[in-house]
């Protein structure tokens, strides 16, 4: 993975445990513990009760623009399922976003989905497909 992505895209947490290629991400100062598939060219150099920085992938099924209910991620404890949270960074030509939800997440959308209802700086929330992943960061 590259090392020149953008300081807003970088999550930062525990690993909680490891286990089958998944990691339990947990989100300090919050409740979260987000599982987590590791990238499957991606070596994890790094253990349980390490502090850890990298990007949180996700292919959301469609973005929709939000007036209000704050940024979260559901469930709490497990894979991300529901995300909502404020977007930072718009890309339609690379059909992604990122937003800053419990962690910041970067986000691939479908092909049909609809880019002028994404405005940095808004609330979206979406579904996102099983399968959400964490590449290290150095």
Not at 3 to 23: Q, R
Not at 31 to 49: N, P
Not at 66 to 89: D, K, M, N, Q, Y
């Amino acid at each position: 993975m590259s090392t020149n992505i953008a300081d807003h895209a970088i999550a930062e947490g525990i690993i909680e445990s490891i286990e089958d290629g998944e990691l339990m991400l947990k989100v300090p100062g919050t409740d979260y513990r987000l599982r987590l598939h590791v990238g499957d060219d991606d070596t994890l150099d790094a253990g349980v009760g390490d502090r850890v920085r990298g990007v949180v992938n996700a292919e959301a099924l469609r973005i929709h623009p939000a007036s209000g209910g704050g940024r979260f991620v559901e469930p709490t404890i497990g894979a991300p399922r529901i995300v909502a949270g404020t977007v930072l960074e718009a890309d339609a030509a690379q059909r992604r976003i990122v937003i800053r939800t419990a962690v910041p997440m970067t986000l691939k959308t479908m092909p049909e989905q609809d880019f002028s209802v994404i405005r940095e700086g808004e609330l979206v929330n979406c579904h996102v497909r099983s399968g959400a992943t964490f590449a290290l960061v150095s």
